[in-house]
């Protein structure tokens, strides 16, 4: 089936450091997400994309926090600087419709120090 | 956004009989509900959905309830097998507007 695909898997780095998390959606998707999940717990939402614009994003979303998706390419969450409460797997979705369904990639595991 | 709730976090069944999973949402305008299976150290993964113009939907052993009025929905697996423990999550959106927002859970295990 339709594969989203995530880069890195895993990255550790400093706190203070930027860090950019990249996605690979689904070919033909038009909208793309970020969530947030910490230990296996719920599923939080940060931000929906589409169109070359923020849609919606949530509180978690902070001023740290961008994302873009240049020329078709990767679809990136980028957070600079990075704080030791970003320490979570990040699971990149992508969805034909606007809230419609979604497939997840495989997540990146951030650990920040 | 949308913010659903879901009990139980967690739950524990005997291989072979049912398990049930409940989910309320609060935005009366939200008409897709997804279920996601997630198993550790994996992504969510689509189990079922079920859109507003219908009130139950099953596919195989997974049985989904709708009931707009209550604004509720439910998943239910019938005769469970251990293959089935895994975490779950309900979500609910609003199709062409708002991302699915996630419920907090449920632990499913299931016992031989």
């Known amino acids: 089936g339709p594969k989203v695909l995530q880069i890195p898997s895993h990255q550790i780095i400093d706190m203070g450091q930027m860090v950019t998390l990249n996605c690979d959606p689904v070919?033909?998707?038009?909208?793309f997400y970020w969530y947030k999940q910490i230990l296996g717990q719920q599923m939080e939402f940060l931000v929906n994309?589409?169109?070359?614009?923020?849609?919606?994003k949530s509180k978690l979303f902070k001023d740290q926090f961008s994302v873009e998706r240049p020329d078709g390419s990767y679809f990136t969450l980028k957070i600079q600087p990075t704080a030791l409460e970003d320490s979570a797997v990040y699971f990149c979705?992508?969805?034909?419709?606007?809230?419609?369904?979604?497939?997840f990639g495989p997540g990146t595991r951030l650990t920040v120090l | 956004g949308e913010q659903v709730e879901q009990l139980p976090s967690i739950l524990r069944v005997q291989e072979g009989s049912s398990a049930s999973i409940n989910c309320s949402y609060e935005?009366?305008?939200?008409?897709?509900f997804p279920w996601y299976k997630q198993e550790p150290g994996e992504n969510p993964k689509l189990i079922i959905d079920?859109?507003?113009?219908?009130e139950r939907k099953q596919i195989q052993e997974l049985i989904v309830l709708l009931d707009k009025k209550a604004k509720r929905f439910s998943l239910h697996i019938t005769d469970t097998q251990p293959g089935d423990s895994a975490m779950y999550f309900c979500?609910?959106?609003?199709?062409?507007?708002?991302?699915?927002?996630f419920g907090a859970g449920t632990k499913l295990s299931v016992k031989p």
């Open positions: 994309f589409y169109n070359g614009k923020v849609m919606e």
């Open positions: 935005d009366s305008a939200s008409n897709y």
């Open positions: 979705a992508s969805s034909f419709l606007g809230g419609g369904e979604q497939y």
């Open positions: 070919s033909n998707h038009l909208y």
């Open positions: 079920i859109r507003s113009n219908m």
């Open positions: 979500a609910a959106s609003v199709n062409n507007n708002n991302a699915p927002r």
